[in-house]
C-alpha cells in the first residue's frame, strides 16, 4: 500500500511530528511505502478560484508550485493521513491551504487508487477537534467516500505524546 502522509504542524519535535513517527515506524514492520511533506515548508499557495483545471483540455492547476509534488504522490498514494495540530478549532493553516488546493486533483472525483483516510490530531486542550472532526467527515469521507480509517487525538503540550497512544499509532501502521 502507498501512503500519503500531509504535515500541518511547523514544529519538527512537535507532538503531531512523534504521532506521525510512530505511524511511519508501524508502516515499516509490514513495507508499505509512504511518503510525508511537510507542509509548512513548502511554498504551497491558496487556490485561486480560477476554474483553470476544470477547463477542457486542462488537467492540472495553474500554479505551479510545490503542490505539484503533493498532486503527483496523491495519484498513486491508495490512502491519505492527514495530521495536524489544533489552531483555532480545526486544521493548521498551512494544512488547509493545501487541502483547499485538492480542488484540482479532487474534484469532480477522487484520484482512482485512492481509497482510505486516516487523521493525526494534537491539541492543548482534550475538546478541541470539533472543527478538524468536520473536514474529515465532510470533506473526506462523505465527499470523496473514503473509507475511514480512525482518527487518532492527542492533548498537551510538546513533548507530550503519551507512550501508550505512540504505541496505538504504531499498531495501527503495522495493522493496514
Known amino acids: 500500500m502507498k ?37 509548512c515548508k513548502m511554498n504551497i499557495h491558496g487556490c485561486l478560484a480560477c476554474e483553470y483545471c476544470h477547463r477542457p483540455g486542462n488537467d492540472s492547476c ?10 503527483r504522490s496523491l495519484a498513486e498514494a491508495d490512502m491519505l493521513v492527514l495530521a495536524s495540530p489544533i489552531y483555532y478549532h480545526g486544521l493548521s493553516g498551512q494544512l488547509k491551504c493545501a487541502i483547499d488546493r485538492f480542488y484540482a486533483a479532487a474534484y ?4 482512482a487508487r485512492l481509497r482510505k483516510v486516516a487523521m493525526f490530531l494534537s491539541s492543548g486542550d482534550p475538546d478541541m477537534y470539533e472543527g ?11 465527499y470523496l467516500k473514503l473509507e475511514g ?4 487525538t492527542t492533548n498537551g503540550y ?6 501508550e497512544k505512540l504505541a496505538e499509532i504504531k499498531a495501527f501502521g503495522a495493522s493496514l
Open 62 to 71: 495553474v500554479q505551479k508550485d510545490d503542490m505539484q509534488l503533493i498532486y
Open 149 to 152: 480509517m480512525g482518527v487518532f
Open 132 to 142: 478538524a472532526l468536520f473536514s474529515y467527515q465532510g470533506d473526506f469521507l462523505d
Open 3 to 39: 501512503i500519503l502522509i500531509l504535515n500541518g504542524s511547523p514544529r519538527p519535535q512537535g507532538n503531531t511530528k512523534q504521532m506521525i513517527r510512530a505511524f511511519c515506524e508501524g508502516l515499516e514492520t509490514c513495507g508499505h511505502e509512504y511518503e510525508v511533506y511537510d507542509v
Open 158 to 163: 510538546d513533548p507530550g505524546v503519551p507512550d
Open 108 to 111: 469532480p472525483e477522487k484520484p
